[in-house]
């Protein structure tokens, strides 16, 4: 059964810094793996698609990096501002069977 | 841009009530999907749809059923709702079967059962 982690579960930092967010999935045998954003109380936003054969994509200051052989995926965010507050959830697209498998989120909080 | 609207933002309903979540997209998109979403837990899958009146059941659809009698409108129904179906609900739609679609969701009702 595949498992999405996201490390950490809550992250604060001070603005302009660069960071990076990690997920972590226990079977390899995926289709693609996204990068979600939630603002509170609101439904996600799909930041950036990953397919399997690819090794990242990049979308403005966001840079999004897939590694399947290890099972890790990382979200960097250069330049942070407060407007990058949100939680960001990564979904593993399953090969078998119609399925995302979702992380729990990191919780960011980007300081003025 | 895609819509997708959830009838209502927030719901307060008392224990063996039946519930009715609603959600509209309009972008004729074939795929429909109910999450629910607990702290610490993620987005978990209730049940999908591929297209009008078809339905499969997701990671955890005990408790709840679905409708889809048109292709813009996907409806969640708890037959009976208990306090552990205290949750936000999340709407998402996809234009085809193919995780090359991203999926859209609306803003989500958050649902306190009493």
């Known amino acids: 059964k595949q498992e999405v982690t996201q490390i950490p579960a809550a992250l604060s930092v001070p603005e302009g810094e660069n960071l990076v967010l990690n997920c972590s999935f226990t079977?390899?045998?995926?289709?693609?793996l996204q990068w979600f954003r939630q603002d509170p109380g609101k439904g996600l936003t799909s930041l950036l698609l990953?397919?399997?054969?690819?090794r990242e994509q990049t979308s403005g200051r966001l840079n999004a990096s897939l590694d399947k052989s290890s099972g890790r995926s990382t979200l960097y965010i250069a330049a942070s501002q407060p407007g990058d507050s949100a939680t960001y959830l990564c979904a593993c697209a399953l090969e078998y069977g119609n399925k995302l498998v979702f992380g729990a989120g990191t919780i960011l909080r980007v300081k003025s | 841009d895609v819509k997708v609207t959830q009838s209502s933002r927030y719901l307060v309903k008392r224990t063996g009530e039946k519930v009715f979540l609603e959600c509209v997209q309009d972008m004729d998109h074939e795929n429909m999907f109910w999450y629910r979403q607990d702290p610490g837990l993620g987005l978990r899958l209730i049940y999908f749809?591929?297209?009008?009146?078809?339905?499969e059941k997701g990671d955890i659809p005990e408790g709840y059923s679905v409708s889809r009698e048109k292709k813009e409108r996907f409806s969640l129904i708890l037959e009976s709702a208990s306090t552990n179906q205290t949750s936000m609900y999340l709407c998402?739609?996809?234009?085809?079967?193919?995780?090359?679609?991203?999926?859209?969701f609306g803003s989500g009702t958050q649902l306190s059962v009493l």
């Open positions: 990953i397919q399997s054969s690819q």
């Open positions: 998402a739609s996809r234009l085809e079967d193919s995780f090359n679609e991203k999926l859209f």
């Open positions: 749809s591929y297209d009008v009146k078809m339905k």
């Open positions: 079977d390899s045998a995926i289709y693609n």
